[in-house]
C-alpha cells in the first residue's frame, strides 16, 4: 500500500534567511505540518494553517518516527533539519528507522539539501575548505571516543583540513581539549584554527588563532572548529580580519 | 585606497535553479557583470544591461584576476562558481590572487555559498555522509598523486565514508581505476559505491554499484563518487533503487 502523505526533509542551513535554498523554501511553504526541534521551528514565519510540531533536542529517532507517522494521515510533512539534513543532521536519522521497520519505506520521500556550517563559516572567512577536507563529528553519543581519535590522527597526519562538529556539550566539555591535545601531537602550532560560532544567527562570532597558542575551551556546542592543513594560510588586511584560505594545490607556494 | 566595485563570488550549486538560495539569486541578479566558466554562465537567465564575461575551464587564475579587475571599474562583479565556491571550486583560486598580489585586498568581498555536488549527490539516493566523512579531489594537475594515495588509504583505513571530485578527465582517464585498486586493498569488497552524474541537470544519472564488483570508468569528468563507509546501509524498496545511507552512530547497528 502507498501512503498518500509525502515527506520532505528540510535543510534550513546554519541561520539567516538568505542561506535557504528555493527548494527549500517551498517544501516549508507547501507542508501541512512543521515538524523538528524547536529552535529551528522557531526560525520559520508563521503560516496560517499549518501545524508546528517542536520537539526537543537530542529526539532524533522518536522526531522521525512522528513525521513519519503524520505521513500516515495523508499530510504533506516537512522535518526542518539545521543546516544540511544529509550531515550531522535529521536525514540519517529518518534512514535508520525505515532500515529497522519497512513500514514507511512506500512513503514519498525527498531530501533538500541546505548550507551546513562548515560552509558558511568558510564563506565568512575565505575558502579554508580549497583543498581535500575532513569532516567530524566530536560527540560520543553514537560511537566510541577510540573511533574519534583513530578519525582525527588520519585526518591530521595526511594533512587534511579538518572541519570539527559538535566540538563540546554540557555533559562532555573536556573532549574538544583531548582532540586538540591529539592533533598538537602531529600537527605543527602555527596551524590556523577558526571557532565560527552560531554563523548567520545574531550571536554570530569568529575566532581565528593558531592550533599551538590557542584555547580549545572556546568552542561550545553552538560552534563550527575548522583546523587548517600545513597549507592553509592568511591573508593580512588592513581594518579587518585576516582572509584564511587554502591554495587549490601544493604545488604553487 | 579602496576600491570602489565589488566582487561576490557566488555558488549555483551543481545544477537546477532550485538549489539556488536567496543570497546567490540576489547577488546574481544586482550584479553588473557576470564571469564564470561559460557552461555555468549559460545556466543563468539574461537579465538586460547586464554583461556577461564566460570563459574556458581550467584557467581559473586569470578569471579571478578578471573579475578582480572589473571591481577597479566600480563594477559590481558576480564571479559564478558551480557547487560551493568554498569547495574544489572558485573562492581558493580568488584568494590565491589575493595572497600573491595585495593591490585588490580592499575589494569588499564576500563568498555566496552553495549547495555542493556531494550534498545534491546524498540527498538523491538517501544520507550517506550521516557519519564522518572525507573529501578528496583526485586531480593531480596541482597536487603530486603521491599525496592524493596518501590521503585516500588514510581515509580508507580509519573507515571514513570518501567522496571523490574530479574523478577522471581525459588527461587522466585511469587515475580513478588506480584510486579504486588502493581502496579495494582495505575496504571491504562489499562496500557501497555511488556514481552520481550530473546531479539536477538533464543527463542526471546514478549508479549504485559495490566497491568489489563496479567498473570505476563509469566516472567522468561530471561525476561526484561517493565510497561508504563499513557502516554504509542499502535500504531495498519496491519499485525504486534503494536508499543509501550511513547511520549516525556505530553503537546501533
Redesign the interface.
Known sequence: MTVPGRLRIVGI?PGG???????A??SITEANDLVGYSAYIDRLPHNGGQRRHPSGNGT?LERARHALRLTEEGRDVALISGG?????AM??????V??RDPRW??VDI???????AM??A???I????????????LSE????WS?IE??L???A????VIALYNPASGARPRRIHDAFALLREVRAPTTPVVFAHAIGREDERIVIETLGATDPGLADMSTLVLIGSSRT?L?P??GAAP?V?????????
Chains 1, 2 share one sequence.
Do not use: M
Open positions: 542551513g534567511e538568505d542561506w535557504l535554498t528555493k527548494e523554501s517551498r532524533e544540511d539534513p544529509g550531515i550531522f536525514a540519517a536519522a529518518v534512514f535508520e525505515l532500515d519505506r512506500g525527498r531530501v533538500c539539501p541546505g548550507i551546513s560552509q558558511a568558510a564563506a565568512r575565505g575558502a579554508p575548505l580549497g583543498h581535500d577536507f575532513c569532516v567530524i563529528s553519543n553514537l560511537k566510541p573511533l583513530k578519525r590522527l588520519a585526518a597526519s595526511a594533512d587534511f594560510r591573508i588586511r588592513k582572509f584560505y587554502t591554495p587549490r594545490g601544493t604545488k604553487d607556494f
